[in-house]
């Protein structure tokens, strides 16, 4: 297969070094709008296969011109949420599958944002889905890890565990941990910020999507591995859009195991404006807050070698199980730091997230998942993508009882 | 008397409301860099006797020449504080009385700042004291409410209440809240960071001088008046610095009623980098991630008529009493902002500085108080400014027990 994956960021190196391991990439072609950036993922990858070149995302001809130029059947979107469209809609127009791992942005309720959803994550990208299946092209959406591995453990747990399903309710929590650094989130705070000071989304059978306050419905929850028990709250995420469209459940919601810190210091920016990214003066000058506290932090590209502990992604079950009693179970993927340092030189999370789309291009490339249209990853058979990543060397696990 | 009134934010601009219904103010110049701002200061107070000039407070000449054209015997430095040495200089320069309500600015140890103290607030000013005194000019320095009342309160408990005093804690709070705001101080937070975030400093008769980690010794102090306990917690503040050099205690502290929810802001934007004012690149553009904090929240002088309840300043003095057994008290003095609104059109807390160096100027100006050399105000005789105080319609009060 020849692939373009565009942004060489974090989660775009990742899956480079990766897919350097996989017999199935003929061709990867690394995109970023830094050629320097491209350049530093192709030159660690040290692979004939790959090589780098300067694309903006947002120019569709530029776009069109590199897919047509390096004959590559499939692009993968590694970029931020604001690129999605431009390449989505580039994809239908070549013709060429699309995977990304993180939806089209989502706009509040212009009067009732915390109790109605406004446009909901992935909404621009479904309103095509008639003419990608039209066209007879792939776009396979949130297909990383939370969105991804989360949706394929869905279609799993309602394949093979349950035979009516009450909740599926994503849980995400680590004990990651930066030396000498309180806070240091190891993912883009801007992104953090976005996920978590947006409306949370819920879907129930009943009502539908529907939207709440920020950092709603807490709950303790004990991840495995040793993580232990974290602070959950609602927070918006592709998972409640995805999962209602193809599995049968009365409740979808997605926590995230920020524990009692992370929440209070995002209350706090919240709280302060700083969240915000409307500019404001300072000086001469004018900045957006968020932006100032991103440029506080250090780069999380940069934090792997002094970060430690262990990221859990996972969705816990619960319902009636195939042999009619009431079942509950966690399925989950769990990535060490110090392995993924070790044996890929990447910080567990961007790891854990970049290997998702990698073994799903694979079952696309030898033809085990094959589908035309917008589909999440639910829409496709759970079975061959949890034991092809287990054969990466990155078993998922299942803790019965929730 | 005639004065220079330099700095015409909210506290100057108290100090013209209140200036302006005493007998003892000939004329007063309100200076400013911004001649706007100075203006409307005059405007507001519309009273012949003020003027209103613009001036460079860092331009000695300027100083100067202002002092030499409106024939001022006194100067008092309504400026924030990194204005203080060269107004301080230009008094000396001058042969004029030199007033603040904040003195100049310390430096941390390079090596053990939580432990040992670099430059302290003021030493800069205290070289100077042996040039004020043999030039014969008063330099009254930390003369607002905290430092200033509370270093009145001082010399009050040495000369009246106590025959061996313990402790002299200076403690601080208010309930005083901004409408539909979570966190919203009623003065700039670039001085909140700034005093809260330096070592704090303490003083005791065996040891002298040393610092602590921000936030330390936290004690819940019940403060009069209606607004009740709150978590106090030692902050760098002039008093430490001040009251040794008068009055004989075995300790000296200085404690803030921030209340949980302000030390928590406090210390997550500590946390996260954002109270340093090391400026970050942010896109193409160089900002302090202080000032944008600032930036963020509504300008401090605009929230009286949004604010409402109470500010208390006071001294918590612990010791032997004048019959020879033990004895606590608290001194204090509360404004209401309602109060404070409705007699002077100036928000609590700014209204309770800016009275304190007016009572001075007028007790200098009717030779009640005189002096030469740098001088705190615990080295004067305190019942004249209480009744003074008291006679401007804002009394101070006493609850025996601490």
């Known amino acids: ?226 993580i232990g028990p974290l602070e959950c709250v609602n927070v918006e995420h592709e998972e409640v859009l995805l999962m209602p469209r193809w599995i049968d459940a009365r409740r979808v919601t997605f926590k995230y195991g920020l524990g009692s810190h992370v929440i209070g210091v995002l209350r706090t920016l919240h709280e302060l404006g700083l969240s915000s990214t409307v500019p404001v003066q300072v000086g001469g000058v004018s900045v957006s807050p968020r932006e100032v506290v991103a440029a506080c932090l250090p780069d999380p590209a940069t934090l792997g070698p002094t970060m430690s502990g262990r990221t859990c992604a996972g969705l816990w079950v619960s319902g009636t199980g195939v042999d009619g009693g009431p079942r509950q179970v966690y399925l989950h993927h769990i990535v060490d730091n110090e392995w993924s340092m070790r044996e890929y030189g990447c910080q567990a999370v961007v790891w854990q997230t970049a290997v998702n789309p990698v073994v799903a291009l694979e079952l696309l490339a030898t033809g085990v998942w094959s589908g035309r249209g917008v589909l999440g990853p639910e829409a496709f058979d759970a079975v061959p993508f949890l034991d092809l990543l287990t054969s990466y060397g990155s078993p998922w696990g299942m803790r019965e009882g929730g």
Chains 1, 2 share one sequence.
């Open 1 to 226: 297969m020849r692939i373009l994956l565009v942004g060489a960021g974090g989660v775009g190196g990742s899956v480079a070094a990766i897919a350097a391991r996989r017999d199935f990439v003929e061709h990867l072609v690394v995109a970023d709008s830094d050629p320097a950036r491209a350049r530093a993922v192709v030159e660690r990858v040290g692979d004939p296969r790959f090589v780098a070149v300067r694309l903006d995302a947002t120019d569709a001809d530029g776009v069109a011109a590199a897919l047509a130029e390096h004959g590559c059947t499939a692009l993968l979107n590694a970029t931020d949420p604001r690129f999605v469209m431009p390449l989505f809609r580039a994809c239908l127009l070549a013709r060429v599958t699309y995977l990304d791992m993180a939806m089209s942005m989502s706009v509040p309720h212009p009067t009732s944002p915390y109790t109605q959803p406004g446009v909901l994550l992935g909404d621009e990208q479904f309103a095509l889905a008639d003419e990608f299946a039209a066209a007879g092209v792939l776009a396979l959406v949130g297909m990383g890890v939370e969105p991804g591995l989360s949706d394929v453990f869905a279609r799993y747990a309602a394949d093979h565990l349950f035979s009516r399903i009450d909740e599926l309710g994503v849980r995400d929590g680590s004990d990651l941990r930066v030396e000498g650094r309180g806070f240091a989130p190891p993912f883009s705070i801007w992104t953090l910020i976005e996920e978590c000071l947006n409306p949370p989304v819920v879907w129930e059978r009943d009502r539908g999507w529907f939207t709440t306050e920020p950092f709603s419905e807490p709950e303790v929850f004990d991840f495995p591995g040793g």
